[in-house]
Nanobody
Framework: QVQLVESGGGPAQARGPLRLSCALS????????LGWSRQVPGKERECVAA????????YYTDSAEGRFTISRDNAKNTMYLQMNSLKPEDTAVYYC???????????????????WGQGTQVSVSS
């Protein structure tokens, strides 16, 4: 049984930073590709960042490129999303997700992921 637990969400100021964390338990952390997705009411869940099992390959959606940084610490079974220069439109529920992999891929579509956390709310005010 794989469990993902997000933390670090909450209120934030526009143009400010916020860091999300995701702890994975239940299976060897390094055998998973990981990603961060977000969802607002009435819209589909969107993958904003993804990272390969080694951390050597990353993906960002256009709106996150240059402002968000995804990283992972396989020794701590934890993934991070550093968000800088936040905008009100970044307000959403953020989910971490995992997919077992054998190679060095990342997955840029939310539908590719098999395991999900419960989500953490990020609210950015101007």
């Amino acid at each position: 049984q794989v469990q993902l637990v997000e933390s670090g969400g909450g209120p934030a100021q526009a143009r400010g930073p916020l860091r999300l964390s995701c702890a994975l338990s239940g299976r060897p952390f390094s055998s998973y590709a990981l990603g961060w997705s977000r969802q607002v009411p009435g819209k589909e869940r969107e993958c904003v960042a993804a990272i390969s099992w080694s951390g050597s390959s990353t993906y960002y959606t256009d709106s996150a490129e240059g402002r968000f940084t995804i990283s992972r610490d396989n020794a701590k079974n934890t993934m991070y999303l550093q968000m800088n220069s936040l905008k009100p439109e970044d307000t959403a529920v953020y989910y971490c997700a995992a997919r077992p992999v054998l190679g060095g891929s990342y997955y840029s579509e939310a539908t590719n992921y098999q395991y999900w956390g419960q989500g953490t709310q990020v609210s950015v005010s101007s």
